[in-house]
């Protein structure tokens, strides 16, 4: 955990003490830190894709065929435990003294999972888009972490 994160953490734990309602910023500084702990830094959508080793396999065999552009375009990075339901996490445990690590721990237990948007629509359509566990949210799809990232596959 570097410095950026830990300030990042020290903000969102403020937040989670003091705020009801995420705004804004709190959903901006959840999502860099899902990409710290994804891929190590804070980036957009595509490089993420083209970072992440954590794919489902229908995103791999997408990457086989099509190429990086083409898996760029047809999937989504999904997080796993939504940011909804870490928010309220924050919020439930923060006034009770959440240590920096452990919220950083949190995200590093769920990282982002590079779907097909088929994938994702699925989740969607079993209402699951904000909710439920990991279990519940990929049952019906296959998650692998790669040997390479996307993008050094794909050369």
């Known amino acids: 955990m570097n410095d950026i994160v830990k300030r990042r953490i ?33 980036a957009g959508s ?10 489902s396999e229908n995103a791999y065999e997408l990457l086989k065929a099509e190429g990086i552009e083409v898996y760029c375009k047809q ?12 928010w309220e996490w924050l919020k439930e445990n923060a006034k009770e003294n959440l240590s920096v690590e452990r919220v950083w721990k949190e995200f590093c ?3 982002m999972v590079t ?5 994702d629509n699925i989740i969607k ?16 799809i296959k998650i692998i972490t790669l040997p390479k990232s996307p993008f050094e596959l794909s050369k």
């Open 46 to 55: 595509a490089s993420i894709k083209k970072i992440n080793r954590k794919v």
């Open 10 to 42: 020290i903000f969102l734990l403020d937040a989670a003490k003091h705020e009801n309602v995420r705004d804004n910023s709190t959903t901006f500084t959840l999502r860099a830190l899902s990409n710290y702990a994804t891929i190590g830094k804070d």
């Open 109 to 111: 237990d769920f990282p």
């Open 75 to 86: 999937t989504i990075n999904e997080h796993p435990k939504p940011l909804s339901q870490t």
């Open 125 to 140: 359509g079993k209402g699951l888009n904000s909710k439920g566990t990991v279990e519940e949210r990929y049952s019906s």
């Open 115 to 119: 779907v097909t948007k088929d994938e």
